[in-house]
């Protein structure tokens, strides 16, 4: 004899269970596959964004600055640089180089 409770779909009864991600429903309870760029939040039962800027030492390099958003992030480059290919890291948009004859930093556009 099997103690059965009855099956509900809780992705049905609550449609807004899974925001910014898909509820797959399974036996008695239900889970949350998020999109990506979302983490599952235990507590809330949403999918979170997932703050990419706040890992390790971040994913953007050097003088590049993160900027977290719902279900990406962006690297920002100060005045004068450039993203480089990777999106990841900046780099001058003028050329320096050392004057040799003046032992002076110079820049070339
Ligand atoms: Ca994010």
Do not use: W
Not at 5 to 32: A, R, V, Y
């Amino acid at each position: 004899m099997t103690n059965q409770t009855e099956e509900i779909d809780e992705c049905q009864l609550m449609p807004n269970m899974c925001k910014h991600g898909t509820c797959l429903n399974t036996p008695g309870s239900f889970e949350c596959l998020c999109d990506r760029g979302f983490i599952y939040d235990e507590n809330s039962h949403q999918c979170i964004d997932d703050n990419e800027c706040l890992k390790g030492t971040g994913p953007c390099r050097g003088n590049a600055q993160c900027v977290n958003s719902p279900g990406h992030f962006e690297c920002q480059c100060p005045d004068g640089y450039a993203l480089d290919n990777s999106m990841r890291g900046c780099i001058g948009m003028y050329n320096t180089y050392l004057d040799i004859s003046t032992g002076m930093s110079r820049s070339k556009y």
